[in-house]
């Protein structure tokens, strides 16, 4: 069982930068594909990015080339880096956990993009 915690969002002009974390406890999250989805008002909750346990990434993309996902194993932490955000990047973003059948979730974070 795996318990995840998100945070750093907020509110951020067009263009300006946020960085999300997700702690995790109750398991090393070394064994885990992590991933960062997001869900706007009104919309399906869609994969933002993911990086599995070789380090290996995947991004969706519209965030290709302005977030950054990455994992510190020591610290049971997974973090995504947000540059250069639009105003459609606004959404509830939340950390996800996948090891086989099994998901996790955190509670989300609120990310707002708006001048």
């Known amino acids: 069982q795996v318990q995840l915690v998100e945070s750093g969002g907020g509110l951020v002009q067009p263009g300006g930068s946020l960085r999300l974390s997700c702690a995790a406890s109750?398991?090393?999250?070394?064994?885990?594909?992590m991933g960062w989805y997001r869900q706007a008002p009104g919309k399906q909750r869609e994969l933002v990015a993911r990086?599995?346990?070789?380090?290996?990434?995947h991004y969706e993309d519209s965030v290709k080339g302005r977030f950054t996902i990455s994992r510190d194993n020591s610290k049971n932490t997974v973090d995504l880096q947000m540059d250069g955000l639009k105003p459609e990047d606004t959404a509830v973003y939340y950390c996800?956990?996948?090891?086989?059948?099994?998901?996790?979730w955190g509670q989300g974070t609120q990310v707002t993009v708006s001048s």
């Open positions: 109750g398991s090393a999250l070394s064994n885990y594909g």
């Open positions: 990086i599995f346990t070789d380090g290996f990434s």
């Open positions: 996800n956990a996948n090891y086989a059948f099994f998901d996790y």
